[in-house]
């Protein structure tokens, strides 16, 4: 009886806390977060401030005060909403000009220089330059799509090497897209310049491949036009990395695979009108925020932990961790109080983690909450059956409820978004979901969700090794073979003695490919080691 009454009260927690927005099909549950009405009547008056960020927010306030820029990425689904008509008119333009340069690489209008049509795409970006589009990439790319992508989103140089190699063969028909806001950025940069070289090793002419989405006026945009790359597309100053998905940084390269982006960005403009409710209980992203607040208790001290119960859906939890956690996880607040904010996020998919990590979710430290994400539609045409009157798509369903409530049993909590299908529409919702819901728990706990402090500064850190690692090898340089140093002299000479470890890890890769520096003791007692340049290596 007591198991009746509980189902009884749970079922009327689902009820009265159940969001449904009949146009996009979607439901958001958090019915299985553990918080009660005295929070919710304690939230309400931070709720109606950041329901008024969000209006200052899309009406141009400057929400990035560390860079003077607004944030308005609300604006690349709905135009209408810009602040200036300058701003308007260059999101319909550049829509514009990306549907006109799919079309035309499509047909074969714009074409290799030795004729045909392009058949795949390499894109070189960071962050947010790269996530979004790997994740709508896997999502709704169609199997026949009319260009292959690919990603070249880090500094590693077996990784590029393992991407060029797939499409050695093809280079001549492969468009290359640099992603890159400011031209600067080093992994960007890097990997352009890794690319140039294999174009120019097979004698093809890199321009002639070439596209830029880069910021107006930047390092790139006047390499691009001096050096007579293909186009140049817009990256607007007013739009972050980690929401640029709905810019050109998302658009061009989702519409060359012949996605909807239309369908994306009217999902999206759907789902911005049903969060800005000023209502808790009718607004999605509120309801998201408000269940975050009560598992972390405002502090952030649960982990997010996203399981999409379909296979396309595999890099959200990727997507959503840099939206989340660069935007959350702030030392200071907004009135320079230290309070180390955010929301660790992490994820795979279901029914995987069946198999995986749900056993220490259900019985090991609870220091999480779930996020499911379910989608209605099992596949295109039928199933057969696995079981008499079962499908596989039913075991699915059941595996996502099952552990759900196994979950729940077990004082684990859960929130359940979900779709009716994975489509560019609701794609493009799922994005401006959390988009919002990122924006409106950031106000409720006082950080500033538009700028990235920490990023710059772990930059500028690496700038500072990649300077050192110039003094050392000059350094080096003018040492003899015969007279080998030790770590500890070598950062004297440079004028950094204390960072004696450093630079013996610089020297230790720079050894390790064969670039100049030999060392000689024992590798296990490294204070001891003595380092020498070898001319005619590096």
Do not use: C
Request: aromatic residues 8%.
């Amino acid at each position: 009886m007591a198991t009746v009454a509980t189902g009884a009260l749970l079922w009327q927690r689902y009820q009265d806390w159940l969001y449904y927005h009949a146009g996009l099909g979607l439901y958001v549950d958090i019915s299985r977060m553990r918080f009660d009405d005295a929070l919710v009547s304690q939230l309400q008056p931070k709720f109606v401030k950041a329901f008024a960020d969000m209006v200052a927010l899309e009406a141009g306030a400057i929400a990035n005060p560390d860079e003077h820029r607004m944030v308005g990425h609300y604006w690349l689904r709905n135009p209408e909403l810009a602040p200036t008509p300058a701003i308007a008119t260059e999101i319909t333009t550049t829509i514009e000009s990306i549907d006109d340069f799919a079309r035309q690489v499509h047909s074969g209008a714009i074409h290799p220089p030795q004729g045909g049509k392009f058949t795949d795409l390499i894109t070189i970006g960071i962050g947010g330059s790269a996530l979004g589009p790997q994740f709508v990439s896997e999502a709704l790319a169609p199997t026949d799509a009319p260009l292959t992508i690919h990603f070249i989103d880090n500094s590693d140089p077996a990784g590029i090497d393992r991407v060029l190699s797939r499409i050695q063969s093809k280079l001549s028909t492969t468009l290359v897209m640099v992603i890159s806001k400011s031209g600067g950025t080093p992994e960007p940069r890097n990997g352009m310049i890794e690319v140039q070289a294999v174009y120019s090793a097979q004698n093809l002419h890199f321009p002639a491949y070439a596209v830029a989405v880069t910021g107006v006026g930047s390092h790139l945009d006047r390499v691009a036009e001096s050096a007579g790359w293909i186009v140049r597309f817009p990256m607007p100053d007013w739009v972050g990395g980690r929401t640029s998905e709905l810019s050109s940084v998302g658009l061009l390269p989702a519409a060359l695979q012949g996605i909807d982006i239309h369908g994306m960005l009217a999902g999206a403009k759907e789902m911005d009108i049903a969060t800005r409710t000023p209502d808790l209980k009718t607004n999605p992203a509120a309801l998201l925020a408000l269940a975050w607040y009560a598992s972390g208790n405002g502090k952030g001290e649960k982990d997010m932990v996203v399981l999409p119960y379909k296979d396309s859906l595999l890099l959200f939890s990727r997507y959503l961790q840099q939206l989340v956690m660069e935007s959350l996880g702030k030392e200071d607040d907004l009135d320079g109080n230290k309070v180390y904010q955010g929301i660790a996020v992490y994820g795979n998919k279901g029914s995987t983690d069946q198999h995986a990590y749900v056993q220490q979710l259900r019985e090991g430290i609870a220091n999480f909450f779930l996020t499911f994400i379910e989608v209605l539609h099992d596949r295109e045409g039928n199933s057969p059956e696995i079981d008499p009157g079962v499908t596989s798509g039913d075991y699915l369903s059941g595996f996502l409820q099952g552990t759900r409530q196994a979950l729940y049993e077990n004082n684990r909590d859960s929130i359940t978004v979900t779709i009716p299908a994975v489509t560019p529409h609701t794609v493009g919702a799922l994005i401006a979901l959390y988009e919002r819901a990122v924006g409106i728990y950031a106000s409720i706990v006082n950080v500033n969700a538009y700028h990235q402090p920490g990023v710059e500064a772990g930059k500028k850190a690496a700038a500072v090794i990649l300077q050192l690692q110039t003094d050392a090898v000059k350094a080096l340089q003018e040492t003899t073979i015969a007279a080998p140093i030790t770590l500890a002299e070598l950062a004297a000479k440079v004028g950094a003695p204390d960072r004696v470890e450093a630079i013996y890890k610089i020297l230790r890769h720079l050894q390790s490919n064969d670039r100049g520096v030999t060392f000689t003791g024992d590798p296990a007692k490294p204070g001891s080691l003595r380092v020498a340049w070898v001319e005619g290596r590096g």
